[in-house]
């Protein structure tokens, strides 16, 4: 009898753990609202609901767990990298050497003395603070003053992290990376010559970089080796939460996630360029990139019953989730209305509440009481629904309000409005595949752009063609003769073209660039604001010859 009761204690338990729920782990990115369409070069936050990004023409906005909201960063300087202590103690670094610090209340510059671009920045605490840039340039922040500090290299430096002040490593152009000791900068061996972007570790025995092709090295805290990688795209930047929960994101909306043991590809749901990460402790992570790009991730828990057919799962509210603007919901009772019970509630849903055009949005009601009928109105004076969970396309950029009427059986009707419950933005659409009529040509530019891609100067100018082609095609669609002066442009110099492919290096003359000036004077003439400056920006480069000479052009 002995004997037989471990067995019977051991059903028992099999039966309980059979009867007891089981806990899965699902995650999802979702898109969100950033409120911007500028590109958004890098994000950092000191917790999910306090989180910062920055980016083009001196981008800042800020998440606080419930929606994005733009900051005024005093600057029209374009931000690369930003990194806090805490939310009155944030640091941005950008163009020309531009760092503003952001306490609390408002940003403001802080004082480098340089005209040098930064493009990361990381600190070990408010009194340890390192920046890194073109030509190897290292600024150290010692709570007061930031100072220049010696290093022995020309390559430029696009990432920086620490396990302490006394243990930080750089990285940049050509596989370079270098180390600081708490006294003096050295280099280490990377074992390749691939351009490495970011940098990040869990401990001073566990750091990863990340860079061109899908490079992906790791240092035990001795050496650098390669790992196995799961893409072939550039990454652009990595963070984690732990050994054991990394991201690194980049080209063509690529995420791929590092578990401890491998890494392995994510669905993001967006082909733009990823240009940042930051990775929270309670289980979130925010990716950004061009046109405003901003991505939330939330691991999701399931819980499933075996002893019942029955699934429950849980997952986050709402608003952490989909990228819901946020709203005002207001039930108005019609003017004909004389009756009205407890029991009738009108509320709705829509997911999601923003992305590219053609936006195809569910909504869903969430009224209750004895309901006979629904109107919903879209916003965008089309079709409208009687159903109870419609699906409807925008077609055009803009912003929606949306209004549900219900109807209930004794006879009075409700409705909830939500102002600007829907954003829509353009997808970026390829100018020159748009206008030219020449498919070698067309080949051509796109071969230039891949093979500059990580030319910080064409960046600048693919930064303005990528967030403004939509507007630029509509320009150059309404006007005839300024689409066929680019005609003309391209084939004079289709072989500068294919000469900067090969060579990276070319002439071209001086009467060419005034052409090329006055084409863009001309286009901006019809362009909104945000357009002209940023074309405007573009021309002056030019006319100073700086960015020419970045891009390997000699004018004569």
Not at 257 to 267: C, D, K, R
Request: aromatic share 10%; net charge negative.
């Amino acid at each position: 009898m002995m004997k037989t009761v471990p067995k019977i204690i051991g059903c028992i338990c099999a039966l309980l753990l059979l009867l007891l729920p089981r806990i899965a782990m699902s995650a999802a990115w979702t898109e969100m609202n950033s409120k911007t369409t500028n590109s958004l070069y890098a994000v950092w936050g000191s917790s999910a609901d306090s989180i910062f990004a920055v980016g083009k023409f001196g981008t800042a906005v800020f998440y606080n767990g419930t929606s994005w909201s733009t900051m005024d960063s005093n600057t029209a300087d374009s931000f690369n990298g930003i990194w806090g202590s805490s939310d009155a103690n944030v640091f941005a670094v950008g163009r020309g050497g531009k760092i503003a610090r952001y306490n609390g209340a408002k940003w403001a510059d802080s004082a480098t003395g340089l005209d040098t671009s930064l493009y990361d920045i990381w600190g070990n605490s408010d009194e340890e603070i390192f920046a890194v840039g073109e030509n190897s340039v290292i600024l150290f922040y010692d709570g007061d003053d930031w100072d220049e500090m010696v290093t022995f290299t020309d390559e430029t430096l696009y990432g920086v992290w620490g396990s302490s002040a006394e243990d930080v490593f750089a990285v940049g152009e050509e596989g370079r990376i270098l180390h600081y000791d708490g006294e003096a900068w050295d280099e280490w061996n990377s074992g390749t010559k691939s351009d490495l972007r970011d940098i990040w570790g869990s401990s001073d025995t566990n750091i990863l970089a990340v860079g061109e092709d899908g490079i992906i090295l790791h240092n035990d805290g001795s050496r650098w080796d390669e790992i196995e990688s799961p893409t072939s795209k550039t990454l652009r930047s990595i963070w984690g939460s732990s050994a054991e929960d990394v991201f690194a994101v980049g080209e063509e909306g690529i995420i791929i996630h590092y578990n401890g043991s491998e890494w392995t590809m994510m669905e993001s749901g967006v082909e733009e360029l990823i240009y940042g990460v930051w990775v929270g402790a309670e289980a979130e992570a925010f990716a950004v990139g061009w046109n405003g790009l901003v991505l939330q991730y939330s691991a999701a828990t399931t819980t499933t019953s075996i002893s019942s057919s029955t699934t429950t799962s849980t997952v986050p509210a709402e608003t952490s989730t989909t990228t819901s603007v946020p709203s005002t919901t207001t039930s108005v009772a019609e003017s004909t209305t004389t009756t009205s019970t407890a029991e009738q509630t009108v509320d709705f849903v829509g997911s999601p509440t923003s992305g590219y055009r053609p936006l195809d949005v569910t909504f869903t009601s969430l009224s209750e009481g004895d309901i006979v009928d629904y109107h919903w109105e879209f916003g965008d004076n089309t079709e409208t629904s009687g159903t109870a969970k419609p699906t409807h396309t925008y077609e055009d950029v803009g912003e929606y309000s949306v209004i549900l009427t219900v109807a209930f059986a004794d006879g009075t009707e409700k409705r909830a409005v939500k102002e600007n419950y829907i954003t829509v933005i353009p997808r970026y659409r390829c100018v020159f595949s748009h206008v030219l009529k020449d498919e070698a040509a067309i080949r051509a530019l796109h071969s230039l752009r891949g093979s500059l891609s990580h030319n910080r100067n064409w960046q600048a100018i693919a930064g303005i063609y990528y967030e403004h082609s939509s507007e630029i095609i509509s320009i150059l669609d309404t006007n005839l003769r300024l689409k066929e002066r680019l005609r003309e442009l391209v084939q004079d110099n289709i072989r500068t073209v294919q000469e900067l492919i090969i060579q990276q290096e070319t002439v071209i003359a001086e009467q060419t660039i005034h052409m090329i000036c006055d084409f863009f004077s001309d286009l901006t003439t019809e362009a909104r604001p945000q357009l002209k400056d940023a074309v405007d920006y573009v021309v002056e480069a030019l006319r100073e010859g700086d960015m020419l000479d970045g891009l390997g052009v000699t004018v004569k």
